[in-house]
């Protein structure tokens, strides 16, 4: 991890917790987990920076975003009040 740092927007669904890493996230390998010294997974990786003049700068999303969502997910795909019924807005999560 090379940067920790929060961006906030006016709109608060995208505010953000922002993990900078040292390596790049190379087509095909976003959705692939972040792991540290001893296979701990610390996050997903999801985006590259490419500008010309950077390399080996990623992002990843930090394992408790991906908790929070999936928890989100599991409610609405058993039906919660608080999300979607219908079969196409819901997906079977394990």
Excluded: H
């Excluded at 039906?79 to 079969?87: E, F, I, R, V």
């Amino acid at each position: 991890v090379s940067r920790l740092d929060y961006e906030e927007n006016p709109d608060p669904w995208r505010n953000r917790l922002v993990i900078q890493i040292d390596a790049a996230v190379n087509p095909g390998n976003s959705g692939g987990p972040a792991l540290i010294a001893g296979g701990r997974c610390v996050g997903v990786a999801y985006e590259s920076l490419k500008d010309g003049s950077t390399e080996n700068i990623g992002f990843i999303i930090p394992v408790s975003v991906v908790q929070k969502f999936l928890t989100a997910w599991r409610r609405v795909a058993k039906g919660s009040p608080k999300g979607p019924k219908s079969d196409e807005n819901t997906m079977r999560v394990t």
